[in-house]
C-alpha cells in the first residue's frame, strides 16, 4: 500500500509536468548527493541494487534535467555557498565489482563524474562484509527455513525471494543494534545453517578501480576498512578503520581521498570527531536528503537510489519524497 501511495504520487507530479516546471524554477543552493550501490544487468538482488535498464535511463535523466558535477566539485562550491540550480552528485557505497562492469560503461556513455566510497580492506583481501555475506548466503540457500537461538528461539521463513529480502533487512537492522559479539554468534548460526555462499568475488579488485581512475570520471572516498558497526568500535580500532583505509586507497591508486561515508550509516559524536582528526573534509550519511548550506559537512545526506520507474526517480531526485517522508506520509518507502 506504501509502495502504491508514493507510486501514485510520483506520477501525478511527474506526468502532469509539475516537476519539469519547478526544476526550471529552481534558484540553486541544494547539494543533492545519489548513493548507489549495485548495478545489476537483470534479476533480482537482496542487496541494495538497481538494474542496468532504469540505470541508463536514469542518467540519462539527470543528464538532461541536472548538472551532474563531482563530488569534489559539489563540496566546494556547498563550501562557498555557490551551487549553481539543479546540482547532483552521484555516489556509490562499497565497492562492488559490478560498478565497473555495470555501472562504469553507462557513465562514460553519458560522460558523468562519480565517487566511489570503498571499504578498502575488504577490496584489498576480496571479502565480503557482514551484511554482504548475509545477504549472499540467504539468497543462494535452499532452505525454507532458518532458526535462531535469540529472543527464545525464532524460525524464519525463507521459501521465497520475497521472504528471504524480508528477512535480510530486518536481521540486518536488528544486528546494527547490537554488541558486536552477539552479532558474531548470530551471523554463525545463519551461516552455519546456510553454508557460506561460493560465488566468485563480488568485490572490485585495484586493477578495476584503477582503471576507472584513469578515466577521469572517478572520484574516491573511504567506507572504513572494514565495514564495521562504527558506533561499537574502541579508540583504537576506530582510528584504524578511518586512517588505514585511507592509506590503502592513496597507496593503491595515488588518488586524494578527502571523504567519508559511514558504514551502515551508523555513526555518533564520537565516530565523527575520529573522521575530523584523520582530516577528512566531509562525510556522507544516508537520510534520503538533499542539503542546504546550514547541513553539517560531516552528516551531508545522501539520497538512496532503488529499483523503481523513472518517475519514482524523478521525485526522488528533485527532493519531493524527502519533503513527503519528514510529513510521515510514508516511511521507507
Ligand atoms: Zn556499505
Known amino acids: 500500500m506504501r509502495k502504491w501511495v508514493k507510486r501514485f504520487i510520483c506520477a501525478l507530479l511527474y506526468f502532469s509536468g509539475w516537476i519539469n516546471l519547478s526544476l526550471r524554477r529552481e534558484k540553486g543552493g541544494v547539494l543533492r548527493i545519489l548513493v548507489y550501490h ?10 541494495p541494487a538497481v538494474s542496468r535498464k532504469n540505470f541508463l535511463k536514469q542518467l540519462e535523466y539527470l543528464k ?26 552521484i555516489t556509490f557505497d562499497d565497492g562492488y565489482r559490478d560498478v565497473f562492469t555495470e555501472a562504469f560503461p553507462c557513465l562514460k556513455k553519458f560522460n558523468l563524474p562519480f565517487t566511489l566510497f570503498l571499504s578498502s580492506g575488504l577490496i584489498e583481501e576480496g571479502k565480503l562484509s557482514w551484511t554482504e555475506k548475509i545477504n549472499q548466503a540467504v539468497e543462494n540457500t535452499t532452505l525454507s527455513f532458518l532458526k535462531l537461538s535469540w529472543k527464545g528461539g525464532i524460525s524464519y521463513p525463507l521459501r521465497s525471494f520475497q521472504e ?18 552477539l552479532r558474531e554468534k548470530i551471523m554463525e548460526e545463519i551461516l552455519s545453517q546456510t553454508g557460506e555462499s561460493k560465488s566468485p568475488s563480488l568485490m572490485l579488485n585495484w586493477d578495476e578501480i584503477k582503471k576507472m581512475w584513469e578515466s577521469g570520471l572517478l572520484g574516491l572516498g573511504s567506507h572504513s576498512l572494514t565495514h564495521p ?3 561499537y568500535l574502541s579508540e583504537e580500532e576506530l582510528k584504524k578503520e578511518v586512517v588505514l583505509s585511507k592509506k590503502l586507497i592513496q597507496e593503491k591508486i595515488s588518488a586524494p581521498v578527502k571523504g567519508f561515508s559511514y558504514p551502515s550509516a ?7 570527531e575520529k573522521i575530523k582528526e584523520a582530516d577528512y573534509e566531509y562525510a556522507l550519511d544516508v537520510g534520503g536528503q538533499i542539503n542546504k548550506y546550514d547541513q553539517d559537512l560531516y552528516q551531508l545526506k545522501r539520497i538512496h537510489i532503488e529499483d523503481e520507474p523513472l518517475y519514482v526517480f524523478a521525485c526522488e531526485v528533485k527532493g519531493i519524497l524527502s519533503f513527503l517522508r519528514r510529513k510521515i506520509v510514508f516511511k521507507n518507502p
Open 164 to 181: 528471504k529480502k524480508i528477512f535480510c533487512e530486518k536481521i540486518e537492522e536488528e544486528l546494527l543494534q547490537v554488541s558486536p559479539s
Open 38 to 47: 549495485r548495478i545489476i544487468p537483470e534479476g533480482k538482488s537482496i542487496s
Open 266 to 272: 551508523t555513526f555518533d559524536e564520537r565516530v565523527i
Open 229 to 231: 558497526v562504527m558506533i
Open 64 to 89: 538532461k534535467h541536472y548538472r551532474v558535477i563531482s563530488l569534489d566539485e559539489g563540496i566546494r562550491r556547498f563550501k562557498e555557498k555557490n551551487l549553481p540550480p539543479r546540482t547532483v552528485c
